[in-house]
Structure formats: C-alpha cells, structure tokens
C-alpha cells in the first residue's frame, strides 16, 4: 500500500482540463488515492497556478479554449523557474502515432489516450510524482 | 524439529500469504497474468515442499488446486468468486496443517482422508464448471505473447487473431511443397518469424534439400481461412487462439514494465529533433520524471545517478547526460528489476537482514532491563557518595561517570526495543481476507484499504492486538455496513468502505478502524442499556451522545439486531476495550449516524518500559502506572463533598469519588481530619474515575516491570514490581483490578 507522500509530504497534482466534469473525474481519483489537487481550465490559468504554487505532477489535456495543452507545456519548458522542469502527463485524445509525436516535442513526460481508467490515472501519477511506496 | 523442517514451516507460510494476497486481487481486478502465473507457483512450491518433508496429504491436495489454477492459468476457466473460495479454502487447509506439523512434527491423523475428499471436490468443482469445448483450445505457447507484440495495438483490439507453427517436413520439397509460398497466401498476416527447426549445422553439412525451418505467424483470419491455405500439410501445423487485448494490456501495465516504460519517454522526448533546444525545462523534467518513477519503484539509487546527471547537465547546459545516463539505465534495468519487484509484493524490501530467534532477543531484553535497575541503585549510591564528600573533584567526577552510564544504557534500551519492532503490516496482512470472506457471506459488498503498514511497534502489540482489532473489522462488516439495499436507499454507494490505519506519534501508536457505514445510534445505545441494566436509569439519561456511545465498550451490551456468527453474541468489545488498557492505551469511539463509526485504540509503541509515579500511603510507597493518572489535585475542604458514606468532589463537570488509598489497599491510614486539604491523584481505568488520596508524591520512574514472582504471584491488584532510585523493593498497583 503506497503512503500518500512524497519527500515527507502529500504529493500535490494540477489537472489542467476545460472540462469541469473531467476534471472532477481525475479530482476525486486522485483525492481518493491521497493526492492533493488543485485545478485550472487551461493553459492561462495553469501557468498562473504553477508560478504561484508548488506540484508534483501536471495532467494536462491537448485541446483546450484559450491557450491548448501542447502551447502551456512548450512555453513551461522554455521558462527559466524551476517550474519549467515539472513533469507532465499529457491526455491525448487520438492514440495516433502523430499525437504522441506532438506531445513529445513538446516536453511532455508520458502521455495516456482518453478514457483513461482511474487505476491507470493513479499508477502513472504516482510513478511519476515519486511517491513512496 | 530440524532445519529443514523450520525452513518449510516458515516458506510455507510465506506462500500462502502471498498467495492469498494474489487471489484477492485477482477477484477484485481479474486475470492478470503475472498474479495467476505466481499463484500457480505458489501452489507449486508448496506442493513441491510438502513432498519434501514427506506429508503426502499435503501433496495430494494441492495437487488438485495446482490443476485448477493451471486450467485459470490457460484461460479454460474465469476468475470466480467461487473459484478464487475453493483456492483461498485449500489454502486454509494447508495453514492449518503448517501449524500442527510445526506443533507435532506431524499432520492431523484424519488428514489423508480430508485431502482426499477435498481433492476430489476441487476436481468436481473443475469438471463441473469448465465450459464445454474450451478444451479444444490448446494453451497459447510463449511464442505467441513474443510474436503478438509486434502487432499494433490498434489491430489486436479490433481483430481476431490466430497464431499459427507451420514446421515444414524436411522432405517436403521433394512432396512438391513451397512453405514461403504458403505463407505468403496467409490472408491478413500480421506478424512473421522464420527460425531454425534445429540449430544450423557447418556450412559443409548444410543440406540445401531438406528444410530446417520453424514458422511461426500471426494473422486476422478465421480458423477455416487457414486450413484452406495449409489444406494439403495439416500435419504440419498447429493454431492457438490469441488471448485477447485486455489480457496483453494487463501484462504490459506489470509494474516493471511501467518504468521501463516512464524512462523509455523521456528517452524519447530528448531524442526528438527540436530537443537539441537543449532546453533545462525539457532535459530537468525528463531527469525528474526518470527519478521520480525510480523512486516509486524503489531503485533509490538510480535515481540518484539520474539527479547526478541533471546537475552535469546543468552545467554543461545541454541535455546530454541526462539522456545518456538514460540509456545506460535501460540497459541496466531488466533483470535486478525482478528482484526490487519481489520486495515490493512481498515483505519489506529490507537490506541484509538476520533472523533471530525471539528467545534471544527476549532474554537480551530482559537483561537490559535489570541493567536499568542497576542503574537506578548506582543513581542513589552517588547522591550519597556526593553528599559525603562534598564538593570535590571525585564527586563530580563520579556524578559525570553516572551521568554517562546513564545515558549509555538508556541507548542500549532503546536499541533492543528497536530489535523488539515490527512493521504492523504483520497485524494488519490477514484483514483483507477477513473482510472479503465475511462481506461475501453477508451480501455486502466492502472495500478494506489498509494504510500505514510501514508503521513499526513492539511486537508484543502484534501478538495481543490481532484478536481485538478482528473483533473491531468483523463488526464494522457485520453491524457498521448496511447491506447494498439499505446502502442505496440512503444515497450511499453500494461499495462501503473500512480503513483500517496505523499512524504513530512519538512513542504512542494509533490504529484507527472506520467505516462509512449507518452509524451508533447514542438513543438506542441508552435504550439497549436500559433494557440490559448496564447501569443506573438516571445515569443512563444523564450521558451525552458522545458518552452513550462510549457504551459499546461494557461488557454485555451488543447492538446486533440479529445474533450470527460472526461477530459473537454481544462479548467482544469489552474484551477489547480490556486488551487495550492492558497494553497501556485507550479506546474511544466516534461516530455519527448515518456517516459511519471509527474506533481508535491508541497505545504506547513499546509496552515493556513503564513510567511510575512514586506515591506514598499508609506508611509505605507504592508505583502508580502514569498512563492511567491523568492528574493531580490538592483539594481545599470546601470543594469536598459528602455523598452518602462516600466522598467525592467536581471536576470540570464530573463527580470523582475519593477513595483512600490506603484504604482500598486496607493499611491503616491516617484519621481523616488529619487531613485537612487531601493530595489526590485522579485515575482513569476501565471507563471509571476515580480520585486517590495519597499522603505524598514522591517522583515519577521510568522502570521495566518486574512480574510478580514465587509467592507473591498471585496476588491481586499488583502490576510487578520494580526498584526504587535508593534499592527498595516497589510495589507497582494495578489500579484497574484494584478498584474494579
């Protein structure tokens, strides 16, 4: 059983997608399994959240109104901040080989293809938030 | 018994629980390959053991569960509830049969007839229910899971696939056979591999007329497809069905792989054309993500070497290191990763460890503890020595060379109650089967999540606390959980809930039971506790909600609405509020209707050591145990009321008995006036409270226990004795028995 904690304290998640009702999916996933997550509708408000906050992990979904997926990671990963190098799970929604191929360039770290199942949510997130086992 | 013999006591039991571990999850998640193929180990081992150490009984009976689990292993039959029961029953057996043969060195004489029989209805229950014609399917070799990776995913979800071995006669070119050409009219080819039937021999003895090839495809057709195809050598080939995609995925998403996995992404990420960006953002999330995933895995050291590389990186401002240390990983990955994934299913994945006879520790416990009480004579030995001499030089040096006795041993304590503690993960690892195996005989559907199992304690607390925490599990099961009816009627989800958590707090261990079940009622508890006498109406009326429910804890009161078998008839959560207090903790519980109940046992870490408060009465000292003290008061005259024959006065809201202690311990006391403002001690234990008038207190000890030894065992009201700071003998009182 992995304890809810990750250098001493609960890892925090940012769910970065323009759905309300996705984003309650993954919000209370995770919150079950122990994270800490905080929210934001797209790409402006994440950068706003990730200047202004500490994560662990972001899940950012592809096509979003205002600024999309693939843009927020690109400009994350040419800041000078530490954010810059926060890892990120992209949420495709094709499972085309040119999707991944987007989301590599990008920056992403790892990428799921919708529906992603909650036992998988969790299994990637907390591979890739260190937590402790 | 032998070496051997100890070993098979100690592996069998190890199987089994993993074992049981497996087959719990796979009802909860289905087949997954991994968990089935270890189960069917399991069982294998342990029939292989029983034969070793001769118990064909053994043997015989797990033999029978061995073929059911192959049948399961090769997809003839589903996971059932019914059938991961008949697995989770023979492995009870064999549990049960570990303990007499570790007690007797021997089996049960009624165990060959048993094994027999219930061989025989493992087999039954096998025939019974395998579907008809399943078994014309032969098992799916290892060469079809190899081939079918190199199918995409989006075909093998979509398709049906047949995996096809075509091993051409040698002679068959001369029977006018072309098996390239064959192959190359297999409809819909998906995946190809040509190999040697037999090792090529020297090129000088290579015979160019005899075939020597071994074909193995995969294709999208239908069975008949193929036959048309190979109609004229059917001798020749063999056709195995493809385990569908949701079987492959399970086996993909193994833990091991899922790094590889994380790691092989980043690679990717790094290797891509724009990452010559050489961004940080780019190359620190791939480090991070790397190291994070191998922290999760428990390969901290790997993750160190990547953290390593990143800080080259940095420097260097390229991502270089970063990817090439990368690489290196995965190369480096594939097998020790076996063995990091064994401690993670098994027991703790600890570094070198020895394992030592409890005995030993326990009479190196022991000695240390008399060593304490050495000590504590040497303490007062240098006050006088001190007050002799004055304040010279040996006088202080002596007190310096005291102080660091004192501190050594307190060390040398400390560091064998470390050998005395456990993980509560081996208190907390028999519950989840406990829950599934009462949930399914009540129709109730209950998820148990178990935290905390890293949470370490003395081991005594893992002995004494199983039976009172099973009491708590199986009735937040059976009285907490509504049934799914009653569940959706109230708007709750069908599936329940019970945590069962251990956290720790400097020495105190908490372990709390919840449920999200209906809930006590406080008004049927005072209703119940009317009806059962438990106590005095009025006193009943005068309780809060939150003191009502405290009620559970009295002897005789239950709340089943039926009696079963379960969770007993109404004994139980006395016995645990009485464990509890024994172990030197509490019990309380909260609850709200309708939301669920959670009880907590809150206990010291180590129960060996003591702290006493030294008090005198009638003339003589004695030990009070600190943890039932909860404090201590002077009283003026006025604040001392006369109720009836009996004294008592308010504290904070509570009436408190006073009771002399030399009284209760019949010395004779001093006459009561002489006491014009009483010392008392306030004492909580066994729900009571009660205020102790004392003549003086002395001081407070930290002292290991002694039992009451030779005459004196048995008598009552004693918790042990101990030796004072000066060499005296102290009586340490066991208030609860006492005053009960």
Same mark, same amino acid.
């Given at each position: 059983?992995?304890?809810? =904690? ?128 | ?5 100890? &070993? ?112 025989? $209805? ?7 229910? #395998? ?106 080939? =063999? ?77 260097? &401002? ?11 990983? #995965? ?186 079940? $209906? ?222």
């Amino acid at each position: 059983m992995a304890t809810a =904690e990750t250098k001493g304290r609960r890892a925090r998640i940012l769910v970065v997608d323009d759905s309300s009702l996705v984003r309650l999916y993954y919000l209370s996933a995770l919150e079950k399994a122990g994270f800490v997550v905080e929210q934001a509708i797209n790409g402006i408000e994440a950068t706003e959240k990730v200047l202004d906050q500490d994560f662990d992990v972001l899940i950012v979904d592809v096509n979003m109104p205002g600024m999309d997926g693939i843009s927020f990671v690109k400009d994350l990963r040419r800041r000078n901040e530490d954010v810059a190098a926060l890892p990120v799970l992209m949420i495709t929604t094709e499972a085309g080989e040119q999707d991944f191929a987007d989301a590599r360039a990008a920056g992403a770290n790892y990428y799921l293809v919708k529906p992603v199942s909650e036992a998988d949510l969790i299994r990637h997130v907390s591979a890739l938030a260190g937590w402790a086992r | 018994m032998n070496e051997m013999q100890e &070993q098979f006591v100690a592996e069998a039991r190890e199987l089994v629980h993993q074992a049981t571990d497996d087959l719990m999850a796979i009802e909860r998640s289905g087949f997954e390959v991994e968990r089935i193929d270890r189960i069917f180990r399991a069982f294998h081992t342990l029939k292989g053991s029983a034969g070793v150490v001769d118990l064909p009984a053994m043997g015989l009976l797990l033999h029978a569960a061995e073929d059911l689990l192959a049948a399961v292993n090769a997809k003839k039959r589903p996971v059932t509830t019914a059938l991961v029961s008949e697995a989770l029953q023979c492995l009870d057996q064999v549990s049960s049969w570990v303990d007499a043969y570790e007690a007797r060195g021997a089996l049960p004489a009624q165990a060959g007839e048993l094994a027999r029989s219930a061989a025989l $209805r493992l087999r039954a229950f096998l025939s019974d229910t #395998t579907p008809s014609g399943a078994g014309a399917t032969a098992q799916a070799p290892a060469w079809v899971t190899a081939l079918v990776d190199q199918v995409s995913a989006s075909d093998r979800s979509s398709k049906v696939l047949l995996a096809l071995a075509y091993v051409p006669l040698p002679g068959c070119f001369f029977n006018g056979d072309d098996p390239l050409g064959l192959v190359a009219k297999i409809p819909d080819l998906l995946a190809l591999s040509v190999e040697p039937r037999e090792a090529w021999p020297p090129l000088v003895d290579i015979d160019p007329y005899a075939c020597n090839l071994r074909i193995h495809a995969i294709a999208a057709a239908t069975r008949d497809d193929l036959a048309a195809v190979f109609r004229l050598v059917p001798d020749q080939i =063999e056709m195995f069905d493809v385990p569908p995609l949701a079987a492959a995925t399970a086996a993909d998403s193994k833990p091991a792989t899922l790094l590889d996995d994380i790691i092989g992404c980043q690679i990717a990420m790094l290797e891509n054309a724009q990452a010559h960006d050489n961004l940080y953002g780019r190359y620190g999330s791939a480090a991070r993500a790397a190291a994070n995933a191998l922290r999760h895995f428990a390969r901290n050291d790997l993750a160190s070497e990547v953290e390593a590389a990143l800080q080259r990186a940095r420097v260097q &401002q390229s991502s270089g290191p970063v990817l090439e240390t990368l690489r290196d990983l #995965t190369t480096r990955l594939v097998t020790p990763l076996a063995s990091a994934e064994q401690g993670q299913n098994g027991a703790p994945a600890a570094g070198r460890s020895l394992r030592i006879d409890e005995a030993r520790i326990d009479s190196l416990f022991n000695l240390s503890g008399e060593l304490i009480v050495a000590k504590n004579g040497l303490a007062h030995l240098t006050q006088r020595v001190e007050a002799a001499v004055g304040d010279g030089d040996l006088g202080r040096n002596i007190r310096t060379a005291t102080e660091n006795l004192d501190r050594l041993i307190a060390e040398m304590h400390a560091a064998v109650l470390q050998l005395r503690m456990v993980p509560v993960s081996l208190l907390f690892r028999s519950f989840p089967r406990v829950v599934r195996d009462i949930a399914l005989r009540l129709d109730k559907q209950v998820e148990l999540t178990v935290k905390g199992t890293t949470t370490e304690c003395d081991k005594n607390l893992v002995e004494r606390l199983f039976e009172p925490l099973l009491h708590l599990v199986r009735n937040a099961v059976d009285h907490g959980i509504e049934s799914p009816e009653q569940r959706r009627a109230a708007g709750k989800p069908e599936q329940a809930h019970i945590t069962l958590e251990a956290t720790r707090a400097g020495d105190r261990l908490a372990i709390d039971v919840r449920d999200d079940g $209906r809930g006590i009622d406080p008004a049927a508890i005072r209703a119940k506790a009317r009806e059962r006498n438990v106590m005095a109406p009025e006193d009943i009326d005068a309780l809060s909600d939150d003191q009502s429910i405290q009620l559970i804890f009295s002897a005789g009161l239950s709340m089943a609405s039926a009696v079963t078998d379960i969770s007993g008839r109404g004994v139980g959560m006395d016995v645990v509020r009485n464990t509890v207090e024994q172990l030197g903790g509490r019990t309380t519980v909260t609850s709200t209707v309708g939301a669920g109940t959670s009880v907590r046992l809150d206990l010291p870490v180590n129960v060996a050591m003591s702290q006493i408060m030294v008090v005198a009465a009638g003339g003589q000292l004695f030990g009070l145990p600190m943890d039932v003290v909860s404090e201590t008061v002077r009283l003026t005259p006025d604040r001392v009321s006369q109720i009836k024959t009996n004294r008592g006065f308010v504290l904070r809201d509570r009436i408190v008995p006073i009771c002399a202690l030399a009284e209760v311990l019949s010395l004779p006391g001093r006459p009561k006036d002489a006491q014009a403002t009483p010392l008392l001690v306030v004492v909580e234990t066994g729900g009571k409270i009660v205020a102790l008038e004392v003549d003086a207190i002395n001081d407070r000890l930290d002292a290991v226990l002694k039992p009451m030894q030779g005459l004196l065992a048995n008598a009552r009201g004693y918790a042990g004795t101990t030796m004072t700071a000066d060499g005296r003998v102290l009586l340490v009182l066991d208030l609860k028995e006492l005053l009960s």
